[in-house]
């Protein structure tokens, strides 16, 4: 028998039981759930996901984006031939994580994806290829190997393949984040076919892309996102060789032993490129072995070169070429590479860095 002191109350007996039963009912009834019987899921101990990790093949990806450009066209209404990769612990959303979206869009040969704007960022990470043009606020800005394009909310966009071969990129946004917390408008932009001609560099990229410098009028105004919407492979790779190779003078710079890293920045703050999402590039010297440990940031990675082995939670995944692995809140993450081995990636980090959320354990 359980009595309250106060009441008297015998909590076992039949009668009891029955007026419990009844409460709940009728709690229910109104939408009031006590907190006692659902503490654990509410608020557990640390993060308990449904996202899962999981790994999606290249091969496996980039025939079935190719089939959808054969049956599918790209225009006005759909927009994009982009093919969201969807989490096994998030059935009936296309989401990779509770905050991320990373789909494969594909390009055919001289097709246009219409110009529309969105409160969603968004940004391109091109895994091979080349011959498409973004355009966004009227500024085209080339894609190539390599390269991580930026497209910050609310910037008209369009993208315009102008060779006679096929591209397929990754694409990253914020829309999942954007969904749950009801911050999504959409405008369709202007109907214009662009002339083909692209000029070498973007203005934004003629502007800002010049190392340590910054325009005299822009200066001291930090802007949410970055103003530079691309990043090119060509100074990736050198930022990452320089810290191999300093590391092996004994000069510091490295995250780890044979393990380089840059962030993609925002020149006007040396902040997050993109405000909801942080970008980075990771480079593994052969035999490296990098215990990446938790984090609660939810994080994307897509294998851009070489060979190795992504340990999630213990399970290990061969990783290869176009790889995209996903790592939920509070996955332990450990990275191994049988060749040089370099990974783009992407995290919902800069969202619950700001809001003073972000753990972290080794
Ligand atoms: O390229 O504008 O994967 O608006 C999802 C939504 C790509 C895009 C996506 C988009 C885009
Ligand atoms: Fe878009």
């Known amino acids: 028998?359980?009595?309250?002191?106060?009441?008297?109350?015998d909590f076992d007996s039949p009668e009891h039981q029955e007026r419990l039963a009844d409460l709940y009912r009728d709690f229910d009834a109104v939408g009031m759930t006590p907190l006692w019987r659902t503490?654990?899921?509410?608020?557990?101990?640390?993060?308990?996901?449904?996202?899962?990790?999981?790994?999606?093949?290249?091969?496996?990806?980039?025939?079935?984006?190719?089939?959808?450009?054969?049956?599918?066209?790209?225009?006005?209404?759909?927009?994009?031939?982009?093919?969201?990769?969807?989490?096994?612990?998030?059935?009936?959303?296309?989401?990779?994580t509770p905050t991320l979206w990373a789909a494969i869009q594909?390009?055919?040969?001289r097709e246009?994806?219409?110009e529309h704007r969105h409160s969603q960022s968004a940004f391109r990470f091109v895994l091979e290829g080349e011959g498409v043009w973004t355009v966004v606020d009227g500024d085209p800005?080339?894609?190539?190997?390599?390269?991580?394009?930026?497209?910050?909310?609310?910037?008209f966009h369009g993208h315009q393949n102008v060779s006679d071969a096929?591209?397929?990129?990754?694409?990253?946004?914020?829309?999942?984040?954007?969904?749950?917390?009801?911050?999504?408008?959409?405008?369709f932009g202007p109907e214009r076919v662009r002339d083909a001609s692209t000029p070498d560099r973007s203005r934004g990229e003629r502007l800002w892309a010049h190392p340590g410098l910054v325009p005299v009028s822009a200066a001291?105004?930090?802007?949410?996102?970055?103003?530079?919407?691309?990043?090119?492979?060509?100074?990736t790779d050198a930022a990452l060789a320089a810290q191999l190779e300093l590391a092996d003078e004994g000069h510091p710079g490295v995250l780890g032993p044979g393990h380089a890293a840059v962030r993609f920045t925002n020149p006007t703050s040396g902040g997050d490129a993109l405000t909801t999402m942080r970008t980075e590039m990771h480079r593994l010297r052969a035999g490296v072995r990098a215990d990446r440990g938790r984090t609660t940031a939810s994080s994307v990675?897509?294998?851009?070169?070489?060979?190795?082995?992504?340990?999630?939670?213990?399970?290990?995944?061969?990783?290869?070429?176009?790889?995209?692995?996903?790592?939920?809140?509070?996955?332990?993450?450990?990275?191994?590479?049988?060749?040089?081995?370099?990974?783009?990636?992407?995290?919902?980090?800069?969202?619950?860095e700001r809001l003073h959320l972000l753990r972290t354990a080794t």
């Open 1 to 9: 028998m359980t009595v309250t002191p106060a009441t008297g109350v």
């Open 39 to 96: 503490r654990e899921g509410l608020m557990p101990f640390s993060p308990e996901p449904r996202a899962v990790p999981h790994l999606w093949r290249w091969t496996e990806l980039h025939p079935l984006a190719a089939r959808s450009a054969d049956l599918v066209p790209v225009g006005r209404g759909g927009e994009r031939r982009a093919i969201g990769l969807g989490n096994p612990g998030l059935p009936g959303d296309p989401y990779a």
């Open 106 to 109: 594909y390009l055919a040969p």
């Open 112 to 114: 246009n994806a219409p």
């Open 141 to 155: 800005v080339a894609m190539r190997r390599g390269d991580l394009l930026l497209t910050p909310g609310w910037r």
């Open 166 to 187: 096929p591209m397929a990129w990754l694409d990253g946004l914020d829309i999942p984040f954007v969904a749950t917390t009801d911050q999504g408008f959409f405008e």
């Open 220 to 235: 001291g105004q930090p802007q949410p996102s970055s103003p530079l919407m691309a990043y090119r492979w060509a100074h």
């Open 301 to 352: 990675w897509q294998v851009f070169d070489g060979t190795g082995t992504v340990v999630l939670n213990g399970a290990a995944h061969p990783l290869s070429h176009g790889d995209v692995f996903v790592a939920p809140s509070w996955t332990e993450v450990s990275l191994r590479a049988d060749t040089d081995l370099d990974l783009f990636t992407f995290s919902d980090a800069p969202i619950v």
